[in-house]
């Protein structure tokens, strides 16, 4: 298998000798190349958008086609991949006519080497480059203003400006567009524990496979800190869902190299597909974003839809509406609950969890505010491998736990912990925490409600 620093190569020819000379030539390379083939140009043009492919070896004469034809034909399916000519001795004069049509380049099957091979690829690729650079008229400056200087992706300004574009090639091909969002997980931990250069390397390898996964046409962004945005062009929210899967599974499998240990780390992703009622690919970020959300609070690392979250939804809806919606959280009774400090030692936090026989307990810093939650699952995760814990609970406390004010009505708490899957919120007041508050409990109590106002219009 091909590594994500190989070169791409897809060569659409017909002749199976040819083909087995082009990949003689590349294998005789220090540099790695990946080849795909194709026999025809159909054939040639499904591999190109299904593949991220670097540059395009086309001969003229093809079954299904013959001369220019064959160039204007990628051209028009993948704009941005440069194209490399295979001609021989008696179509040069073609060849140099597909040049000044926009082909990077052409070699001589006859005189095929490893040299002229690698030369006239390099040649291509840097070409195109730089024409595409001067077609859109980025100079160094503007190009710069656009990208993330430390991952090398869009910034979100520019691929917000960017959004207009691909969401005009949707709308007049029709092609499905989704977005996926990612986070990676628990990365201020990462940070905290290992250093801002290992958080950086950790960026950088997220931003790598992401641009390893897309295609030509899609947008890729750093949508800020350790968030990213891919607009996948072509794509239904399934087929987004399987890539977004794809990319999690790889990078729980990728190990950050530290002089201290290696590091693993996991990411959480939502996907969302475009549909009539939205009326920009801006509105669509945000329906991945909320999926996004429903997989962090569901424990991260998992992918989510949009769909599902409209799914639990509409569980909400199946919940009768009446005058029990008025309920606030103030008006339910709580048993008293212990808090932990953010000074307070992992291992105490592990003795009290055991002690009280709770899942999780609420963290008040030194004033008494609500924080955040330490669940068992945090503190699983924090277990060295020398099975000692050291260290505040300031560097597991999930920050991203909901704490709702006393007086939030109690079907809106319902209705945001089904949508997101969020097995557990605190309520809190006057910023202190007064109670822990699960899915089950909650929707007992309401439904316990619902009768008792049932009880009293009988009556």
């Known amino acids: 298998m091909a590594s994500d620093n190989a070169i791409t190569v897809l060569v659409v020819e017909d002749d199976p000798v040819d083909r087995h000379a082009l990949g003689r030539a590349l294998d005789g390379s220090p540099l790695e190349f990946e080849l795909l083939e194709a026999e025809t140009l159909a054939e040639g043009i499904a591999s190109l958008r299904a593949n991220r492919v670097d540059v ?31 001609s021989g001795r008696v179509d040069e004069s073609i060849a140099l006519e597909a040049v000044k049509a926009g082909a990077q380049d052409f070699v001589n099957k006859v005189d095929l080497t490893t040299e002229s091979a690698v030369r006239v690829i390099s040649y291509a690729i840097e070409r195109k480059l730089t024409e595409t650079r001067l077609r859109e008229g980025v100079s160094e400056l503007e190009h710069a203003a656009q990208v993330d200087p430390l991952t090398g992706l869009l910034n979100r300004r520019a691929f917000l400006q960017h959004l207009d574009r691909v969401e005009q090639k949707s709308r007049s091909e029709r ?9 990676i997980d628990y990365f201020k931990h990462v940070n905290d524990t290992y250093g801002h250069p290992i958080g950086d390397e950790a960026l950088r390898i997220v931003a790598s496979l992401l641009l390893h996964e897309s295609r030509a046409g899609d947008l890729v962004c750093r949508f800020g800190g350790e968030e990213f945005c891919v607009i996948l062009l072509n794509t239904d929210e399934r087929a987004a869902f399987a890539w977004a899967d794809r990319v999690r599974k790889t990078l729980a499998e990728t190990i950050v190299k530290t002089q201290r240990c290696d590091l693993q780390v996991t990411v959480s992703l939502g996907v969302a597909q475009a549909s009539r009622d939205i009326n920009a690919l801006s509105e669509l970020v945000d329906k991945a974003d909320q999926a996004l959300l429903a997989s962090k609070q569901r424990g991260r690392n998992r992918v989510t839809t949009y769909s599902e979250v409209l799914s639990s939804r509409e569980v909400v809806t199946e919940v009768a509406t009446d005058e029990t919606d008025r309920t606030t959280l103030g008006e339910l009774a709580y048993s008293p609950i212990s808090c932990l400090l953010l000074t307070d030692e992992i291992s105490r936090a592990a003795d009290r969890l055991l002690e009280l026989r709770v899942p999780a307990m609420p963290v008040v810093d030194g004033a008494g505010r609500f924080v955040g939650l330490v669940s068992e699952k945090e503190l699983l995760q924090a277990i060295p491998e020398d099975g000692h814990w050291c260290g505040t609970i300031e560097k597991i406390v999930d920050r991203t736990a909901m704490g709702f004010p006393s007086d939030a009505k109690l079907s809106f708490v319902r209705e945001f912990m089904i949508r997101t899957q969020t097995a557990q919120v605190a309520v809190v007041l006057e910023q202190r925490p007064i109670g822990l508050l699960t899915l089950e409990d909650l929707l007992k109590r309401q439904r316990d409600a619902q009768t008792a106002h049932r009880l009293v219009e009988a009556v």
């Open 56 to 86: 395009v070896m086309l001969d003229l004469g093809l079954p299904d086609g013959d001369g220019l034809v064959n160039l204007a034909a990628i051209q028009e399916a993948d704009p941005r991949v440069p194209v490399v000519i295979l």
């Open 175 to 183: 092609l499905p567009v989704s977005c996926a969002m990612l986070d």
